[in-house]
């Protein structure tokens, strides 16, 4: 039964400095705290048999517990399954059986993912109490790697926008409560900065793993359209849908990645590819790399976003062969691909039958689209053209082999103002604040990785992407970027006093809790 959404205390005066913990420092910690190890390390003292799968599902719980009430980073905590699921974990280790490189350790899902085990409510009234009748293809590889499933993760309604509309109040940013975490895989990224599990899932449609990724300062990829099967996954838009992994590192992102991709039959967007294995492909040399900076990417930037991107990008110069300045192919017809036909196909019957269940940005966003009356004609060819683009866009990549660029243009705004936004009858359109749609519709691998932070203590993103199926490139470059750097190491400035600042108040927003 949902209850009103607790009262807020009010946000302590001054902003909180952000903590930073030095390499000696993290591993002090993660040797007395294993919510603090990487997915890598953590698996391997479980496969070493220094740490049960029990004893880390615990602690994460344990963890969960005292921050969830403070970020809504879970809808649903599946502690009892998770527990179930652990010691399942330590008696098949026990009798020899180790499942795969995940074995033991916590993993949190996105919730618009099935879980047979639990309610997939995505973030809407609607399916307020859905349990569907079986995993989604990750869900179910992630299980048969050995992941230990702790959670549904918050995430904005049916994954409508940036994570500020959700039914059960907006995610927060650990590294500030008050601001966003980016969206629409909102709880995901919010759960994994604050090492509340050890990866989680995404989703991405115009940026929905990368956004997060970069406000929370975490890594997020978007694979290769089609490499990862999105069956089980309440579509958005199912020609730009992806599934990805969002980690702590890139190592970790690789560990996940080799789990989750491969290809589907009952998935009609997936695509056949040759196995790789991208955790042996992060020790590929970079040095040989030639790099691309996208000039047009870099329009309209915020200053300190651009001076973090900027130094970034000087070193991976010296990484590698060089940087240049180059061009992408032009991406057009986003509104009618993006918002239209695809969207209102899944929705149409649930909005006819129940608007009411709806959050008022996604509602209107719905009755916009119906009213629009989208044609069949208009869409089919903006799917033509989309198809070419994807047919032709690895010839782009002629003289460079990846580019390099801001992944968001901004950092984290505040949840006020993107509420406040939501709920004007006509909201405006804001500038350009983001780089990661056009790769959804181009359908190549992009990663986001953290490059810095800025004045007030909040993370930036650098996105590295490159041509189809190029994942271990793409990854092996930014191992190279996150090695040669400490930003992964720095840690939110949350404790279990944090003060958790009321929002939408001036709205009126009543939060379900």
């Not at 903590?19 to 890598?40: C, E, I, K, N, V």
């Not at 590819?273 to 040399?285: F, G, S, T």
């Not at 130094?311 to 062969?321: R, Y």
């Amino acid at each position: 039964m949902s209850i009103t959404r607790r009262q807020f205390t009010l946000l302590a005066a001054g902003t909180v400095a952000t903590q930073f913990l030095s390499q000696r420092g993290l591993a002090a910690a993660a040797a007395s705290d294993p919510t603090q190890l990487t997915l890598a390390e953590a698996a391997a003292r479980i496969r070493a048999g220094s740490l049960s799968a029990v004893e880390l599902t615990e602690v994460t719980l344990s963890r969960i517990a005292t921050y969830n009430p403070k970020l809504d980073a879970f809808i649903t905590v599946m502690k009892n399954q998770a527990l179930a699921q652990a010691r399942q974990l330590d008696a098949e280790q026990k009798a020899g059986k180790l499942r795969g490189p995940l074995h033991g350790v916590p993993i949190a899902i996105k919730d618009i993912i099935d879980t047979a085990d639990a309610r997939t409510t995505g973030g809407s009234a609607l399916f307020e109490d859905r349990v569907p009748d079986e995993d989604a293809t990750v869900v179910a590889r992630l299980r048969a790697a050995g992941a230990v499933i702790v959670g549904k993760t918050n995430t904005q309604e049916f994954a409508m926008g940036g994570g500020e509309t959700s039914f059960w109040g907006p995610a927060r940013n650990p590294w500030n409560l008050a601001h966003n975490t980016g969206g629409s895989s909102s709880g995901s990224g919010a759960a994994v900065a604050a090492f509340l599990s050890h990866g989680a899932l995404g989703t991405d449609t115009g940026g929905s793993v990368r956004m997060p990724a970069s406000f929370c300062g975490i890594v997020g990829l978007k694979p290769t359209y089609g490499l990862v099967p999105i069956k089980g996954i309440m579509p958005l838009t199912l020609s730009l849908d992806h599934c990805g992994p969002m980690t702590r590192t890139v190592e970790d992102t690789a560990l996940m990645l080799n789990a989750m991709a491969g290809y589907d039959q009952l998935d009609i967007t997936s695509v056949p590819h040759e196995k790789e294995d991208y955790v042996a492909q992060l020790a590929q040399p970079v040095s040989g790399f030639r790099l691309g900076k996208p000039i047009s990417y870099f329009d309209g930037v915020d200053p300190e976003v651009e001076a973090a991107v900027e130094k970034a990008i000087d070193l991976l110069a010296t990484l590698t062969k060089g940087v240049a300045d180059v061009n992408l192919p032009g991406v057009t017809h986003l509104g009618s691909l993006g918002t239209l036909g695809e969207t209102l196909a899944w929705h149409e019957e649930y909005f006819k039958n129940a608007p009411g269940k709806y959050m008022l940005a996604e509602r209107r966003r719905l009755a916009s689209i119906a009213e629009a009356e989208p044609k069949a004609v208009d869409y089919i060819r903006a799917r033509w053209e989309v198809e070419l683009l994807r047919r032709k866009v690895d010839s782009a990549f002629k003289d460079f082999d990846l580019v390099v660029l801001p992944t968001q243009r901004i950092v984290a705004p505040t949840l006020d103002e993107l509420l406040a936004r939501a709920a004007e009858s006509a909201p405006a359109n804001p500038r350009v604040v983001s780089n990661c749609q056009p790769f959804n519709v181009m359908g190549l691998p992009a990663v986001s990785i953290p490059c810095g932070f800025s004045r007030s203590g909040l993370p930036i993103g650098l996105m590295i992407a490159g041509p189809t199926f190029s994942e271990g490139k793409v990854l092996a470059l930014a191992q190279a970027y996150e090695k040669a750097t400490d930003w992964h190491l720095r840690k939110p400035p949350l404790t279990s006093t944090t003060p958790v600042p009321e929002v939408g108040k001036s709205l009126n927003i009543r939060w379900n809790r």
